[in-house]
């Protein structure tokens, strides 16, 4: 029974307009997802932030930022990671997030990644379905300079999300691009030459989605993201660095219920919402299903009901803190912020990693501060492996 609840909040928040909702809680909605869930252990111990910190060590560079993977000290390397969700209710609610490059020379590299979010196994009145939604994609990166390097990815998206209750509903898919950009040059501060980064990444530009055969197509999570980095030398073993992500979807803003109640029943008060059903035809004809996905981007800057103060609003950010001692052993913190009438996630994040010459052990944990989030008390978990270590430690022996 609990399975079926997720799935049909899940299926509300993908499949059909939400009708019900109080006027200050408008978030952004899209379909799939589980596209704007950070996969990996950094990233989420820093309170997902990855749009520019280091790359050094960092394979899973293709969510947060594939432009960049030239930087990298391997030539090539590939990570697992695991998430699970909603721990206290279900044991099989998990994401699974598969990343790998390899450079073709010193100034480009390929990278590919799949992920995989599992809602388990749902039964319904005669079977069992499992539910799932799927990205694989592909970049190619290259440095057009010393300090700056760009990069392109494609993207594949398929949800399955069909349940018996509604026939109508079809498995979606959907096709992406990414862009992004990165900036990397020392900087002096005081007696400390230390690396500034900038980072940019534009997610999820495609098309949109549908789970009814095409009779309402829904936006994908297209992203704006925005990252700086600031990596500090203490001395010989010992580094800091700051980080930050600054994101915003690229995604129209639902029209609310006041304004609907304010052009079809004005005068009228109506908190029990009696007009739901009505609204959300009226929601329909406002165009807001038939706006496509480029001009989607464009309106998602001047469309919030609430003008320029609820655009502000529709920002989430993340700040934090690394801590590595000789390249070895790596302790994180950080801070996640999303307005309460945006989402409200917010959230503590820590995190622990351990790397040798050919591997390295990633780990992440959520303390929510508001009163739901999907991964609050959650370990994950990421594993990496430097390809070339292996190949060079094979070929000693």
């Given amino acids: 029974m609990k399975k079926q609840i997720i799935l049909t909040v899940f299926l509300s928040l993908s499949v059909f307009p939400l009708s019900a909702q109080k006027d200050l809680f408008n978030p952004v909605y899209t379909g799939v997802t589980s596209l704007s869930i950070a996969p990996d252990s950094r990233g989420g111990a820093l309170g997902d932030v990855g749009c520019a910190t280091d790359p050094y060590f960092d394979t899973n560079n293709q969510y947060w930022n594939p432009a960049k993977y030239p930087y990298t000290k391997s030539p090539a390397g590939i990570s697992l990671s695991y998430t699970p969700w909603l721990r206290k209710l279900v044991k099989d609610i998990d994401l699974a997030y598969l990343c790998g490059y390899g450079k073709l020379d010193d100034y480009s590299a390929i990278s590919a990644s799949l992920t995989y979010f599992s809602l388990g196994e749902v039964l319904a009145s005669s079977y069992t379905i499992r539910p799932y939604e799927l990205g694989v994609d592909v970049a190619y990166s290259r440095m057009l300079s010393d300090v700056f390097s760009a990069a392109v990815g494609l993207r594949f998206i398929f949800s399955d999300l069909q349940y018996n209750y509604a026939d109508d509903i079809t498995p979606g898919k959907a096709f992406a691009a990414d862009i992004s950009m990165y900036y990397n040059n020392y900087v002096g501060i005081g007696r400390r030459d230390c690396m500034l980064g900038l980072g940019l990444n534009i997610s999820n530009i495609g098309s949109k989605i549908s789970y009814d055969g095409g009779q309402t197509n829904q936006f994908i999570p297209t992203n704006l993201r925005l990252g700086a980095s600031l990596l500090v030398p203490i001395d010989e073993y010992n580094v800091f660095s700051f980080n930050v992500d600054l994101n915003k979807l690229l995604v129209p803003t639902r029209p609310t219920y006041s304004q609907f109640m304010e052009e079809m029943h004005p005068g009228e008060t109506d908190d029990k919402y009696s007009y739901a059903s009505e609204y959300s035809t009226w929601v329909e004809s406002t ?55 945006k989402g409200n996630r917010k959230y503590f994040s820590f995190g622990a990693g351990f790397r040798m010459s050919i591997f390295s052990l990633d780990a992440a944990y959520l303390v929510s501060t508001s009163q739901v989030n999907p991964l609050d008390q959650t370990l994950r978990f990421s594993l990496s492996f430097d390809l070339d270590g292996i190949r060079t430690m094979i070929g000693r022996r």
């Fill in 287 to 341: 165009g807001y299903n038939d706006v496509s996905s480029i001009a989607g981007i464009f309106k998602s800057f001047c469309d919030a009901p609430g003008g320029f103060a609820e655009e502000l609003r529709e920002i989430y950010w993340g700040v934090g803190v690394e801590y590595i001692y000789n390249d070895r052993f790596t302790l994180r913190a950080g801070y996640h912020y999303e307005d309460k009438n």
